[in-house]
Structure formats: C-alpha cells, structure tokens
C-alpha cells in the first residue's frame, strides 16, 4: 500500500459507524471483507452501497472516487418479502 492511506466510513443499518484506512488502489472486495471480519459477519449477506447504487468489488476506493471521510452503506440482504395464500 501507498503512503497516502486516509479513512472511509461504513454505516450499519442499526446506524453504528465502523472506521477503516484505505488506499486508492485498494479493491472493494478488501474493505467488505475487512468490515464483515470485524463484525462477525459473513460479507456474502451484505450489500455495501454508495449513493443508493450497490458497489461492485472488483472497483477500487479511486475507481469510485471516495475520498477521506466518505461514508458507504451496509445493508444486509433480505429475502422475500411476498405475501402467501
């Protein structure tokens, strides 16, 4: 990694916030695994989300132009949701 590392923010649904460095080349696929190892969490049951768009991990913190401070969403996936007879 560079020298020029800075912090990214990932807000929970239950609105914690959990603080990560990062690196511009660094790929996203990193900052969810980091940030679901920290929680106990399976990163395969998350959607990290910028600007209501769902985030790709193969993009790179530069690649999507975070910068020191920006914050990013966890949601965790639901499934259905439909009503049964």
């Not at 460095?21 to 900052?31: G, L, N, T, Y």
């Not at 989300?49 to 920006?70: C, F, Y």
Request: overall charge neutral; charged content about 25%; aromatic content about 8%.
């Amino acid at each position: 990694m560079s020298g020029n590392n800075f912090d990214i923010q990932v807000q929970s649904q239950d609105g914690s916030i959990t603080i990560l460095s990062v690196s511009p080349d660094m790929v996203m696929k990193r900052v969810f695994l980091t940030y679901c190892r920290e929680k106990l969490i399976d990163w395969k049951t998350v959607r990290f989300v910028l600007d209501g768009k769902r985030i790709s991990p193969a993009k790179t913190i530069d690649e999507l132009g975070l910068k020191d401070g920006d914050k990013i969403d966890a949601m965790f996936s639901q499934n259905g949701g439909g009503f049964t007879n």
